[in-house]
């Protein structure tokens, strides 16, 4: 059984900072090139950032390179988003995805190249 596991969504204030969770069973997350997605309602899911199942590579969307940053922890089999100062138009339903294997520069922010998704977690920035 391959399951991904996002957590750590919630409410917070423009400028706030919060870490989301992407915990992997089934499978060992390391060798997968993890994404992660976001969905705001009536809107395309986007790509927000990857990190390379090989070397660890990280990369960023331009909306919000600078301010999130993507990590792993393999002894915990898990994913890491930090996100700060966060705007309201990060307000979204966040997914973490995974691909076996590497991925192509072009299809980084694919979501058609990712295999396994979890079940998102809510973020709302507000006032």
């Known amino acids: 059984q391959v399951q991904l596991v996002e957590s750590g969504g919630g409410l917070v204030q423009p400028g706030g900072s919060l870490r989301l969770s992407c915990a992997a069973s089934?499978?060992?997350?390391?060798?997968?090139?993890i994404g992660w997605f976001r969905q705001a309602p009536g809107k395309e899911r986007e790509g927000v950032s990857v990190?390379?199942?090989?070397?660890?590579?990280?990369y960023y969307v331009d909306s919000v390179k600078g301010r999130f940053t993507i990590s792993r922890d393999n002894a915990k089999n898990t994913v890491y988003l930090q996100m700060n100062n966060l705007k309201p138009d990060d307000t979204a339903v966040y997914y973490c995805a995974a691909r076996f294997g590497p991925l192509l520069s072009s299809s980084r922010f694919d979501r058609s190249a990712y295999s396994y998704w979890g079940q998102g977690t809510q973020v709302t920035v507000s006032s």
């Open positions: 990190i390379s199942d090989s070397d660890g590579r990280t």
């Open positions: 089934g499978f060992t997350l390391h060798r997968y090139a």
